[in-house]
């Protein structure tokens, strides 16, 4: 008997629901994990410490806080992310959360200023891009804290 879902498992552009179902928590409320042991904080969620490979982890709730240790701005209109072509230029900044964790994320609404290396950010729940099935897909941004 053939697989009934033959499109969706093989076909990579379709998306698993079911996969964003299981992040819930990492994409929208910027969950990850913690060691019990060392006390090293992961994100995205981990099973495992890689540092002193225990397996006694516990979720933790980032408070979303972080610096910007790097950015960059594209300018290279994006094929894949459908909907976002006239956004351009966008900000891409890898954010290390007050927490420890370092997070590739976009700095939004910052009219055309560039952000710096150093600056203080928090995130907010923004449209990332457009599903095969035309639906918004939702997920952490990051804003400039005006100092
Ligand atoms: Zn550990």
Known sequence: MANQYYDQVNNPMIESSLAVWRNYDGLYRLVGSRCTTCQHNFYPKRDACPLCHQITLESVRFSGNGTIINIEQD?????????????????????????????????????????????RVHSVLRRLSKSSNQTWKYGIKFLCIEA
């Open 75 to 119: 300018k290279i209109p994006q094929i894949t992310v459908v909907g976002f072509r006239n956004l351009l230029p966008r900000n891409i900044a890898i954010i290390q959360l007050d927490e420890g964790p370092s997070i590739i994320g976009e700095i939004v609404d910052c009219g055309h200023r560039i952000p710096k290396v150093g600056e």
